[in-house]
């Protein structure tokens, strides 16, 4: 079992900038897919990027923040980061972290290639 906790969540103003981590334990995260999801209110979950589980470590990012933010593992402290850059208010929401090591590529965008799953962060952004 991997236990996931998020951190780093507050308030921002837009335009701002903002690292959420995650911090697992019970196993080491090498050799799992890394991704942050976000939800929020009224709507469906959305993917927000990932990091393959190979070696490659190759990342992956929804339109709506591809350029604006990063994600990124830290192996020595078993964490994944995610620095978010140019906030704006349509990135409020609850980012939750998600690790899973039978996710392929193909599917690396979807929920439901992930086992194991923080209880999310939140981010809340103002004009």
């Known amino acids: 079992q991997v236990q996931l906790v998020e951190s780093g969540g507050g308030l921002v103003q837009a335009g701002g900038s903002l690292t959420v981590s995650c911090a697992a334990s019970?196993?080491?995260?090498?050799?799992?897919?890394l991704a942050w999801f976000r939800q929020a209110p009224g709507k469906e979950r959305e993917f927000v990027a990932a990091?393959?589980?190979?070696?490659?470590?190759?990342?992956f990012y929804g339109d709506s923040v591809k350029g604006r933010f990063a994600i990124s593992r830290d192996s020595g402290k078993n964490t994944v980061l995610l620095q978010m850059n140019s906030l704006k208010p349509e990135d409020t929401a609850i980012y939750s972290c998600?690790?899973?090591?039978?996710?392929?590529?193909?599917?690396?965008?979807?929920?439901?290639?992930?086992?194991?799953w923080g209880q999310g962060t939140q981010v809340t952004v103002y004009l």
């Open positions: 998600a690790a899973g090591n039978r996710v392929i590529t193909s599917a690396i965008r979807s929920p439901r290639a992930y086992d194991f």
């Open positions: 019970g196993r080491t995260l090498r050799g799992y897919a």
């Open positions: 990091i393959s589980r190979n070696n490659d470590n190759a990342a």
